[in-house]
């Protein structure tokens, strides 16, 4: 196969350290049973690893040039040419009837966005492990109160339990981005938010860190819910968003449900 050059469109940067990608499996941990998606398999380093432990793995991969190579390098592989933010999460559980585990060193412009789907599809996952950016890794567990503390901190406390697992150096990449890098480990919970309260559940906490220096009054006076009342919802309205927990946010977002109409939470 001819040297692949990662694009930056992709947000490409291949893990070529074998200490790191075995960490990355160790990590993981798959079985053989599992139902296990990588996304962003590249040039095929952690499939390898992969696919000698989970024969049954399937792997989304939006770059065309590197699919015929992954097809020769893993006979029988469940290789998808896709953009993983258009994949369809609950059929793909529904074929198989098994909650979903998914891996992969993720383009870092699009952590946020497949956090989002996953979280979307919370009922389907099982876990999440991902190499993400150290500071993103931060925000991502970051405890109220803290400079980093925000809407990923906020929504990830509640849908799931989330850890930095380790540290990793850009002289493990190639090419090297400029930050440090950390695997993070997405443990899915059960007893979640679901349906119209999850998306009033989100809606809010966007609506509230969307002025951050502001008062939650400001914030959600200058939002989508600017015509809700939240007298009476046993919140501090004169507290800033990063003051608040993630049971203060679900205490808003029940407060609303039970509040206001349905057809007036659905016109937000």
């Known amino acids: ?3 692949i050059k990662p694009l930056r469109r992709f947000g490409q940067n291949y893990l070529t ?3 790191i990608l075995n960490k990355i499996v160790e990590e993981i941990s798959p079985k053989p049973e599992d139902n296990l998606i990588e996304i962003g398999p590249g040039l095929g380093a952690l499939t390898k690893r992969l696919i000698e432990k989970n024969k049954k793995l399937t792997a989304i991969e939006i770059d065309k040039r590197v699919i015929e190579d992954l097809l020769i ?25 098994k909650k979903i585990r998914i891996a992969g060193n993720i383009p870092y412009n699009l952590t946020s966005p497949i956090i989002f789907k996953l979280i979307g599809s919370n009922q389907f996952v099982e ?14 567990t970051a ?16 849908f799931t339990d989330t850890k930095i697992c380790f540290k990793v150096s850009p002289n493990v990449f190639y090419p090297k981005p400029k930050v440090f890098s950390a695997v993070v480990h997405l443990y899915f919970k059960d007893n979640c938010l679901q349906d119209t309260e999850k998306d009033i559940f989100i809606r809010l906490i966007k609506a509230a860190f969307g002025k951050r220096r502001k008062t939650l009054k400001n914030s959600l006076g200058n939002s989508i819910f600017a015509d809700i009342n939240f007298v009476g919802s046993n919140i ?3 507290k800033r968003a990063e003051e608040l927990d993630t049971e203060d ?8 449900i039970e509040t206001s109409s349905f057809k007036e939470i659905n016109n937000i």
């Open 1 to 3: 196969m001819q040297k």
């Open 17 to 19: 350290d074998n200490n």
């Open 73 to 97: 390098q893993f006979p029988g592989i469940n290789l998808i040419h896709s953009d993983f933010l258009d994949f369809d999460l609950k059929e793909f559980y529904n074929n198989n009837i």
């Open 127 to 140: 876990d999440a492990v991902f190499m993400v950016q150290l500071e993103v890794a931060k925000r991502m």
């Open 143 to 158: 405890k109220k109160g803290t400079k980093d503390y925000g809407i990923l901190a906020v929504l990830l406390s509640h």
């Open 236 to 238: 501090n309205l004169a």
């Open 249 to 256: 946010f679900i205490t808003l977002t029940q407060f609303l």
